[in-house]
């Protein structure tokens, strides 16, 4: 049975003019539209334990991705394959059966080798891949490409490889595959290798690489994942500039073909499109999520921290892509230029641990602690601690949070979309200012009420958090709701519809009398060609 038709998003082209454009060319076969789903991504929404009894229990999968995504899909007929995580998940995935995660949804787990997993998920996926095109490494001396490095991409290769295997088996269902993230990024090549005539998206959470940074990765393991991915039908990023990013990479792989004025990536047998597909925030959950008891004890617990003061609040992972060091020295700059807030503002950082079997992840978390320490010995008094952290993997705490601050930062070094910076401004209550980094990917729906800032620049930033303080009141309302305006104009069911719109317009490219297309001879646009381009 098709999947339910998802509710028309406001801001796509109508049903009528779909349906006129399906009626004036319609497809073979089952439209992108009605076709089932199926979902690929290293984490599934759910994961298995077992209870007090010995019973198999499921509770609701870790990590940003999962949330972002499960709006979308628990209420679609959906198969979500994921990595099996807890020993309980491997022991369904070598059952071989699928799992019941809702009314009309399944997941199936792969399963995958403890070693190869960690070489996979640590050291490739998030030792190299999160680093680069996070920007993350001391160039001069990091990275440095060893074996571990090559034995860690041949696992990765592996794990994409199984995904595929374990995806194919849906083809007969002609569904549309959703791959996320870049931790499949090899998956669909391969999975067009398995099913030629499949319908797959691959989609990018996070910010992609410069050209030439990326050329910092060795050679072989570069040009593969470009031609991975380009083995998708649409390959969709969160903004304009990660899109770009992609498309200059893919012009240096020498056996694609990249048209950057209308976003197409050609191998000798495919045509991929690459579009900005940007996600968005679900605010009935985020509503429903304030009303529990624990989101109303943190509110009362947050407005206990601040007290009569102003509060500045941040919401991350404890990683180093949040620039956490950086916006700590910009506080206490603020501090030191404008003596007349001292005691007047708490800066509250409610920091969720991750990654923590990576050196590098521990390091950073220690020096982030360490700093905050160093500033409240330094600038606080008895009375008032300039910095409050909060160590815990809490979100409704941190709805609760949202609420009560004056000022929200977002200063992430790089960041592909970036939750909070939405989730904040819907969630609270004070009319609160945003300072947001011009490197996120929300800078391009809600950066023109934002206090944006340079990340990397502190004494920016400390402006930033003192015009945050002094905002008439007017002003934050005005900016508040563009915010939310903004923010609400777009939705998870806009996002998903958007990309099967997307795989249908392709198919329907494809089966047109089309124009003859760049050759290989003629000589390749300059960059600047792609401003105004399609994608």
């Not at 949330?67 to 979500?80: I, K, N, P, Q, R």
């Not at 994921?82 to 059952?95: K, L, Q, T």
Request: with cysteine.
């Amino acid at each position: 049975m098709g999947r339910r038709r998802p509710a028309r998003p406001r801001n796509v082209r109508s049903l009528a003019d779909t349906a006129i454009r399906m009626t004036e060319h319609p497809l073979p076969g089952t439209s992108a539209m009605e076709a089932p789903v199926v979902v690929a991504s290293n984490r599934g929404p759910i994961s298995y334990s077992r209870d007090d009894r010995g019973r198999l229990v499921p509770s609701k999968g870790a990590g940003g991705l999962v949330t972002a995504l499960s709006g979308v899909f628990f209420h679609d007929d959906a198969t979500w394959v994921a990595a099996a995580i807890s020993d309980e998940d491997v022991e369904i995935a070598r059952g071989g059966r699928a799992v019941g995660a809702g009314p009309s949804q399944r997941v199936r787990f792969v399963d995958i080798p403890s070693d190869r997993f960690d070489l996979y998920y640590n050291e490739f996926a998030n030792r190299v891949l999160w680093f680069i095109h996070h920007y993350l490494w001391d160039v001069p001396r990091a990275p440095v490409f060893g074996d571990l490095t090559h034995e860690a991409w041949r696992a990765y290769t592996e794990v994409n490889l199984a995904f595929a295997q374990e995806l194919a088996k849906e083809a007969k269902r002609d569904p549309v595959y959703l791959v996320q993230d870049y931790h499949l990024a090899l998956v669909p090549r391969m999975l067009r290798e398995l099913a030629p005539e499949a319908r797959i998206v691959h989609y990018t959470h996070t910010p992609f690489a410069g050209a030439q940074y990326l050329r910092i990765l060795p050679t072989r393991i570069r040009q593969d994942l470009i031609r991975g991915m380009a083995g998708a039908d649409i390959i969709g990023f969160q903004s304009r500039a990660w899109a770009e990013n992609f498309l200059l990479c893919a012009r240096q792989v020498p056996d694609l073909h990249v048209d950057l004025r209308s976003g197409r990536v050609a191998s000798e047998d495919h045509e991929g499109q690459v579009r900005t597909l940007p996600v968005a925030v679900n605010p009935h959950a985020l509503r429903e999520a304030a009303t529990t008891d624990r989101a109303k004890e943190a509110r009362l617990e947050v407005d206990e921290v601040r007290g009569d003061r102003k509060l500045l609040l941040r919401v991350d992972r404890l990683e180093p892509s949040k620039n956490i060091v950086r916006g700590f020295l910009a506080y206490e700059l603020f501090l030191k230029q404008h003596k007349e807030w001292r005691g007047k503002v708490t800066f509250l950082a409610l920091f969720s641990p991750t990654r923590e079997k990576l050196v590098e992840y521990q390091t950073y978390a220690d020096e982030c602690l360490g700093e905050a320490t160093r500033i409240n010995e330094e600038l606080g008094t008895k009375g008032w601690e300039p910095i409050e952290i909060r160590l815990q993997e809490d979100f409704l705490y941190a709805v609760g949070a949202y609420g009560a601050y004056d000022a929200l930062m977002v200063n992430s070094v790089f960041d592909g979309m970036n939750l909070v910076a939405m989730e904040g401004p819907l969630m609270n209550e004070r009319h609160g200012a945003l300072i947001l980094s011009t490197n996120v990917g929300a800078i391009g729906r809600i950066g023109r009420y934002a206090l944006t800032t340079n990340p990397f620049d502190v004494q920016e930033t400390a402006d930033a958090i003192a015009a945050a303080m002094e905002l008439p009141k007017e002003e934050r309302r005005r900016r508040a709701r563009g915010i939310s305006r903004s923010v609400l104009a777009h939705t998870p069911e806009t996002w998903l519809w958007n990309q099967l719109e997307g795989v249908d317009e392709l198919r329907r490219r494809s089966l047109e009398p089309s124009e003859k297309s760049q050759e290989p001879d003629q000589p390749r646009r300059t960059f600047d060609d792609q401003i105004g381009g399609g994608y």
